[in-house]
């Protein structure tokens, strides 16, 4: 490298910077340093250089629904922040099934990646578990917590104070049956989203009736086959969370099948600020967060600690904000 | 090989399967063909053996804006097929920056990729043309269209059909005033729908009223913008199609702003059936297409050629279809 930055007339660190694929190197400077190593009859290629380095400079994504639009935002947001660091991302899909979580980390640990980040679709599945400690690159939980996983960073969100906002501003405009659907409490947004509603029900003193809570799955069908028991409940709920965008599809489902309007006949709250929330009518009451950053900061998370072997593991926590709006109404 | 499937007492297709991270081995097959590996003393790796064979069982997908759930669909369809076929996929995003393109097919050329899935931002650029061309491996395009990229197969969807029916749906309605938001013409679906939307015009004999013609962008802002602009004419359009799902949000946005209600005051048509357009009120009628079988074609179209390397590109075309909601509504 020093011969082909002396031929080139260019510094030491250009010609890695062009040898790495770092994305922001100009063309005149690429050419530069391709030409004289070409004149030196040097052969650079990433996979051989990843052998001589014991680096692919390629980090493993395992989402769980890319075709859900926050896993797309965090991927979004990861992607990017590891491309201007000179790492390529590895994309696998798990499909929520948390079998294919193991697969898919023993095929990028097989793939020699150089971190891994990861949105499990079960915490606590034992073999995935063991599976990530073979791992011997840094892990980076996006919204998951595993207890004795040392080698894992986690990015969080808040899920727990944004439904204890959320609940209270229901127990402020008058409801007392408050109905949540939402994701298993076998993944931490579930147990987050679960913990906050009760917070709310207990700083209130009101107990919780369990037969308004309907927790285990994320998608529409589960949103409105849920939403479809509640409503017909001989004493339905006045109030309902729909605690995730494809829940909110599906609960919206079943809303117009019994022909039940939204804000006047029951309240809604559901959870990120989707456009289907924003211009719905009337527009929906979320509690939001900044996935495009999560995504981001799972990514800083980790290369923090690719850039540093000495750096150790930490969680990072993104807040969520209430947004109110004309979904949620006085209880009549 | 033959010696490993000798000691661990399978076949060699077998052996072949765990070396190649074909996801449908068993736990129990793994096990035995890697113990017999370790007995022998044979060390493989994925990064390895990409070497010794020349192919390194990766797919690049540049994708333009993973965050549109479009894309995400797209991508989702095309790792799962991908993924089934013992390939995994890097993924870049080239964030609709034509210039990114040529970056992330350049990135991906140096990983080695042994096959390229792509959705150019711009299909005119003369640079990423020619580093497309540089590329060995066969290149799949997602509804592009690039004159002489003789590696390249394409999987396009019939937009131009799809907005004819549109149009024509609109002007039996009565609409004789139609506004077009769409994007650019660089890209094919900016030219093919705003082909249909001319082809439905002179085969009712009517002419194209350019001022009410706006293309140029895919996003949320663009689409905001050229409805506020239609909206403002002297003699507004009392129908508009919306060309796109994310210039949908920006539409409504708009309408939203200007009090103009959807289906009683303006006829209004968008492209891909997202829950926004099913689930607003009045639903939106759009001209819809099947986007994850977009991604499992492409993959399919590149996996042909990956297994079969005298099969020759081609191009695949899938239908797109009018759904017909309450969005669209006689002219007053």
Redesign the interface.
């Known amino acids: 490298m020093k011969e082909v930055a002396r031929r080139a007339g260019v510094a030491l660190s250009s010609v890695s910077r062009v040898l790495n694929?770092h994305?922001d190197v100009s063309d005149a400077m690429r050419a530069k340093v391709i030409a004289a190593i070409k004149e030196l009859g040097y052969q650079p290629?990433?996979?051989?250089s990843?052998?001589r380095r014991g680096s692919?400079k390629?980090v493993g994504?395992v989402v769980a629904?890319?075709?859900?639009?926050l896993?797309?935002?965090i991927?979004?947001g990861a992607?990017?922040r590891l491309?201007r660091a000179g790492y390529?991302?590895?994309?696998?899909?798990s499909?929520g099934d948390p079998a294919r979580d193991e697969?898919m980390v023993?095929?990028?640990r097989?793939?020699?990646v150089d971190g891994l980040i990861i949105s499990l679709a079960d915490e606590t599945r034992k073999e995935t578990i063991a599976e990530l400690k073979h791992l011997e690159v840094p892990i980076v939980l996006i919204d998951r917590e595993v207890g004795d996983l040392a080698s894992a960073s986690a990015v969080l969100a808040d899920h727990a104070e944004g439904m204890r906002r959320a609940t209270e501003l229901l127990f402020d405009l008058g409801h007392r049956r408050i109905g949540l659907i939402g994701p298993s409490e076998s993944t931490r947004p579930g147990r987050e989203r679960l913990a906050g509603f009760k917070a709310a029900h207990s700083s209130r003193r009101v107990g919780v009736d369990w037969d308004l809570v309907k927790l285990g799955g994320l998608s529409?069908a589960f949103g409105e086959a849920m939403a479809h028991e509640l409503l017909n409940l001989k004493d339905p709920p006045s109030a309902l969370i729909s605690a995730g965008n494809l829940l909110l599809?599906g609960t919206?489902?079943a809303l117009?099948r019994a022909r039940v309007s939204v804000g006047s006949e029951i309240s809604l709250v559901s959870c990120d600020d989707?456009?289907?929330a924003e211009?719905?009518?009337p527009p929906i009451t979320v509690v939001d967060r900044n996935t495009?950053e999560m995504g981001e900061i799972a990514a800083g998370l980790l290369l923090e600690r690719l850039e540093d072997p000495e750096a150790k593991p930490r969680v990072a926590t993104v807040p969520t904000r209430l947004i109110v709006r004309a979904s949620t109404a006085a209880a009549r």
Request: proline share 8%.
């Open positions: 694929d994305p290629n990433l996979v051989a990843s052998l692919t390629t994504f629904d890319i075709s859900n639009p896993f797309a935002d991927t979004w992607e990017r491309n390529s991302m590895v994309l696998t899909n499909e697969k023993r095929l990028l097989r793939r020699r529409p599809v919206l489902r117009h989707v456009p289907l211009l719905y009518n495009v």
